[in-house]
Protein backbone atom coordinates (compact mmCIF):
# COMPACT_ATOMS: atom_id res chain seq x y z
CA UNK A 1 0.00 0.00 0.00
CA UNK A 2 2.71 2.42 0.66
CA UNK A 3 4.40 1.84 -2.44
CA UNK A 4 1.35 2.25 -4.36
CA UNK A 5 0.76 5.41 -2.87
CA UNK A 6 4.52 6.71 -3.30
CA UNK A 7 3.55 5.85 -6.88
CA UNK A 8 0.25 7.64 -6.93
CA UNK A 9 2.18 10.86 -5.36
CA UNK A 10 5.04 10.46 -8.21
CA UNK A 11 2.47 10.50 -11.21
CA UNK A 12 0.72 13.35 -9.57
CA UNK A 13 3.61 15.84 -9.07
CA UNK A 14 4.44 14.86 -12.62
CA UNK A 15 1.46 15.83 -13.93
CA UNK A 16 1.27 19.12 -12.11
CA UNK A 17 4.66 19.34 -13.31
CA UNK A 18 3.53 18.91 -17.06
CA UNK A 19 0.97 21.12 -16.45
CA UNK A 20 2.38 23.68 -15.43
CA UNK A 21 5.20 23.49 -18.36
CA UNK A 22 1.87 23.53 -20.43
CA UNK A 23 0.47 26.79 -19.16
CA UNK A 24 3.52 28.70 -18.93
CA UNK A 25 4.45 27.87 -22.53
CA UNK A 26 1.23 29.29 -23.18
CA UNK A 27 1.20 32.17 -21.68
CA UNK A 28 4.67 33.21 -22.17
CA UNK A 29 4.05 32.61 -26.26
CA UNK A 30 0.19 34.89 -25.64
CA UNK A 31 2.95 37.66 -24.13
CA UNK A 32 5.52 37.46 -26.36
CA UNK A 33 3.25 38.07 -29.28
CA UNK A 34 1.58 40.80 -27.78
CA UNK A 35 5.04 42.32 -27.03
CA UNK A 36 5.71 42.22 -31.01
CA UNK A 37 2.19 43.48 -31.78
CA UNK A 38 2.92 46.13 -29.33
CA UNK A 39 6.70 47.30 -30.52
CA UNK A 40 5.91 46.67 -34.36
CA UNK A 41 2.34 48.59 -34.47
CA UNK A 42 2.43 50.91 -31.39
CA UNK A 43 5.40 51.84 -30.57
CA UNK A 44 6.88 51.42 -34.11
CA UNK A 45 10.09 50.40 -32.42
CA UNK A 46 12.74 49.36 -34.92
CA UNK A 47 16.08 48.38 -32.76
CA UNK A 48 15.36 45.16 -32.76
CA UNK A 49 14.94 44.38 -36.25
CA UNK A 50 17.32 46.49 -37.15
CA UNK A 51 19.85 45.18 -34.66
CA UNK A 52 19.66 41.28 -36.19
CA UNK A 53 19.86 42.61 -40.10
CA UNK A 54 22.99 44.49 -38.79
CA UNK A 55 24.05 40.94 -37.16
CA UNK A 56 23.73 39.23 -40.78
CA UNK A 57 25.39 41.84 -42.78
CA UNK A 58 28.19 40.34 -40.13
CA UNK A 59 28.78 37.36 -42.22
CA UNK A 60 26.69 37.86 -45.37
CA UNK A 61 28.64 35.45 -47.80
CA UNK A 62 27.52 33.97 -50.89
CA UNK A 63 27.92 30.44 -49.40
CA UNK A 64 26.13 31.45 -46.11
CA UNK A 65 23.21 32.82 -48.58
CA UNK A 66 23.10 29.48 -50.67
CA UNK A 67 22.37 28.13 -47.42
CA UNK A 68 20.48 29.80 -45.56
CA UNK A 69 17.88 29.43 -48.87
CA UNK A 70 17.91 25.91 -48.78
CA UNK A 71 17.35 26.01 -44.58
CA UNK A 72 14.57 28.23 -45.33
CA UNK A 73 12.89 26.21 -47.88
CA UNK A 74 12.39 23.45 -45.34
CA UNK A 75 9.08 25.64 -44.19
CA UNK A 76 8.25 26.85 -47.60
CA UNK A 77 5.17 26.35 -49.04
CA UNK A 78 6.56 23.97 -51.58
CA UNK A 79 7.64 22.07 -48.92
CA UNK A 80 4.91 22.09 -46.15
CA UNK A 81 2.16 21.01 -49.36
CA UNK A 82 4.34 17.87 -49.86
CA UNK A 83 5.91 16.91 -46.31
CA UNK A 84 2.87 16.87 -44.00
CA UNK A 85 0.96 14.84 -46.12
CA UNK A 86 3.57 12.39 -46.87
CA UNK A 87 3.91 12.25 -42.63
CA UNK A 88 0.08 11.99 -42.56
CA UNK A 89 0.47 8.57 -45.01
CA UNK A 90 3.14 7.22 -42.89
CA UNK A 91 1.34 7.47 -39.54
CA UNK A 92 -1.72 5.75 -41.15
CA UNK A 93 -0.25 2.82 -41.93
CA UNK A 94 -0.06 2.59 -38.11
CA UNK A 95 -3.21 1.70 -35.57
CA UNK A 96 -1.94 3.17 -32.83
CA UNK A 97 -0.52 6.48 -34.58
CA UNK A 98 -3.53 7.18 -36.41
CA UNK A 99 -4.86 9.61 -34.54
CA UNK A 100 -1.44 11.62 -34.43
CA UNK A 101 -1.82 11.34 -38.34
CA UNK A 102 -5.24 13.14 -37.79
CA UNK A 103 -3.28 16.01 -36.02
CA UNK A 104 -0.62 16.30 -38.39
CA UNK A 105 -3.24 16.85 -41.18
CA UNK A 106 -5.25 19.60 -39.15
CA UNK A 107 -3.39 21.54 -37.20
CA UNK A 108 -0.82 21.85 -40.63
CA UNK A 109 -4.09 23.03 -42.71
CA UNK A 110 -5.61 25.09 -39.54
CA UNK A 111 -2.33 27.11 -39.00
CA UNK A 112 -1.91 27.84 -43.02
CA UNK A 113 -5.27 29.47 -43.08
CA UNK A 114 -4.77 31.13 -40.07
CA UNK A 115 -1.69 32.64 -41.01
CA UNK A 116 -2.86 33.95 -44.17
CA UNK A 117 -5.76 35.78 -41.94
CA UNK A 118 -3.88 37.42 -39.22
CA UNK A 119 -1.41 38.60 -42.31
CA UNK A 120 -4.09 40.50 -44.07
CA UNK A 121 -5.36 41.82 -40.76
CA UNK A 122 -1.97 43.57 -40.13
CA UNK A 123 -0.78 44.20 -43.21
CA UNK A 124 2.37 44.58 -42.84
CA UNK A 125 4.70 45.25 -45.88
CA UNK A 126 7.50 42.91 -46.03
CA UNK A 127 11.25 44.73 -46.04
CA UNK A 128 12.37 46.03 -49.45
CA UNK A 129 16.35 44.99 -49.14
CA UNK A 130 15.03 41.17 -49.49
CA UNK A 131 17.92 38.89 -50.98
CA UNK A 132 15.50 36.57 -52.04
CA UNK A 133 12.36 37.61 -54.35
CA UNK A 134 8.66 37.48 -51.92
CA UNK A 135 5.51 38.33 -52.44
CA UNK A 136 3.01 38.69 -49.80
CA UNK A 137 2.88 40.17 -46.66
CA UNK A 138 5.23 39.83 -43.40
CA UNK A 139 3.83 39.96 -40.15
CA UNK A 140 3.54 37.04 -38.78
CA UNK A 141 6.11 35.17 -40.74
CA UNK A 142 4.30 32.00 -42.24
CA UNK A 143 7.86 30.31 -41.91
CA UNK A 144 7.96 30.70 -38.12
CA UNK A 145 4.47 29.90 -37.60
CA UNK A 146 3.34 26.94 -39.57
CA UNK A 147 6.80 25.38 -38.89
CA UNK A 148 6.81 26.21 -35.64
CA UNK A 149 3.88 24.62 -35.32
CA UNK A 150 4.65 21.41 -37.95
CA UNK A 151 8.11 20.61 -36.43
CA UNK A 152 6.17 21.83 -32.93
CA UNK A 153 4.09 18.97 -33.23
CA UNK A 154 6.91 16.35 -34.28
CA UNK A 155 8.65 17.42 -31.78
CA UNK A 156 5.69 16.53 -29.42
CA UNK A 157 5.53 13.15 -31.65
CA UNK A 158 8.98 12.56 -30.36
CA UNK A 159 8.26 12.54 -26.89
CA UNK A 160 5.16 10.58 -27.29
CA UNK A 161 5.83 7.91 -29.61
CA UNK A 162 10.41 7.17 -29.42
CA UNK A 163 10.87 4.93 -25.84
CA UNK A 164 14.81 5.56 -26.11
CA UNK A 165 16.10 8.43 -23.88
CA UNK A 166 19.09 9.04 -26.40
CA UNK A 167 16.75 9.07 -29.54
CA UNK A 168 14.16 11.16 -28.14
CA UNK A 169 16.61 13.90 -27.24
CA UNK A 170 18.33 13.62 -30.20
CA UNK A 171 15.85 14.19 -32.50
CA UNK A 172 13.73 16.68 -30.23
CA UNK A 173 17.55 19.08 -30.11
CA UNK A 174 17.51 18.06 -34.55
CA UNK A 175 13.98 19.35 -34.83
CA UNK A 176 14.55 22.41 -32.53
CA UNK A 177 17.58 23.62 -34.03
CA UNK A 178 15.88 23.60 -37.57
CA UNK A 179 13.35 25.61 -36.62
CA UNK A 180 15.55 28.08 -34.70
CA UNK A 181 18.21 27.98 -38.50
CA UNK A 182 15.02 28.45 -40.75
CA UNK A 183 13.49 31.78 -38.84
CA UNK A 184 17.25 32.71 -38.56
CA UNK A 185 17.27 32.34 -42.44
CA UNK A 186 14.27 34.42 -42.67
CA UNK A 187 15.71 37.60 -41.15
CA UNK A 188 19.65 36.89 -42.99
CA UNK A 189 17.41 36.72 -46.57
CA UNK A 190 15.56 40.31 -45.25
CA UNK A 191 12.33 38.43 -46.02
CA UNK A 192 10.95 39.09 -42.78
CA UNK A 193 11.72 41.43 -39.58
CA UNK A 194 12.64 39.99 -36.11
CA UNK A 195 9.80 41.01 -34.62
CA UNK A 196 7.82 38.48 -37.76
CA UNK A 197 9.81 35.76 -36.70
CA UNK A 198 9.26 36.12 -33.30
CA UNK A 199 5.06 36.55 -33.34
CA UNK A 200 5.40 33.78 -35.54
CA UNK A 201 6.98 31.91 -33.69
CA UNK A 202 4.86 32.72 -30.68
CA UNK A 203 1.55 32.34 -32.33
CA UNK A 204 2.58 29.24 -34.00
CA UNK A 205 3.07 27.23 -30.50
CA UNK A 206 0.47 29.30 -28.95
CA UNK A 207 -1.72 27.26 -32.10
CA UNK A 208 0.15 24.12 -31.48
CA UNK A 209 -0.72 24.20 -27.49
CA UNK A 210 -5.00 24.67 -27.79
CA UNK A 211 -4.44 22.34 -30.74
CA UNK A 212 -3.20 19.27 -29.23
CA UNK A 213 -5.06 19.90 -25.85
CA UNK A 214 -8.79 20.28 -27.80
CA UNK A 215 -7.87 17.21 -29.87
CA UNK A 216 -7.03 15.50 -26.85
CA UNK A 217 -10.38 16.49 -25.39
CA UNK A 218 -11.53 15.04 -28.68
CA UNK A 219 -9.83 11.62 -28.84
CA UNK A 220 -11.08 11.13 -25.59
CA UNK A 221 -14.98 11.44 -26.38
CA UNK A 222 -14.07 9.72 -29.29
CA UNK A 223 -12.66 6.68 -27.67
CA UNK A 224 -14.66 6.52 -24.10
CA UNK A 225 -17.80 6.24 -27.25
CA UNK A 226 -16.17 3.24 -28.75
CA UNK A 227 -15.20 1.60 -25.37
CA UNK A 228 -19.50 1.93 -25.13
CA UNK A 229 -20.36 0.70 -28.07
CA UNK A 230 -17.58 -2.39 -27.77
CA UNK A 231 -19.47 -3.03 -24.31
Known amino acids: ?24 AFFFCLLLFGMMVHT ?13 FRFADSHT ?6 LMIGISFLASVEYLLVVPPLVVLGL ?19 SSVLNQVMKRFFGRP ?21 GGAFYGLLIYLVWRTVGHVFWRWALTLLLTALL ?3 GYSRIYLKVHYATDVLAGYAI ?13 RLEKVYVDKFARRQA
Do not use: C, N
Not at 40 to 52: G, H, I, K, N, P
Open 1 to 24: MKRLMQRLLSLLALLSAELLLLWG
Open 40 to 52: VFLARDTALDQAL
Open 61 to 66: SPRITR
Open 92 to 110: SFYRKLRWYALKVLLISFS
Open 126 to 146: RPDMALLEQTGLSFPSGHAMI
Open 180 to 182: LLI
Open 204 to 216: GLLWLLVSVRLMG
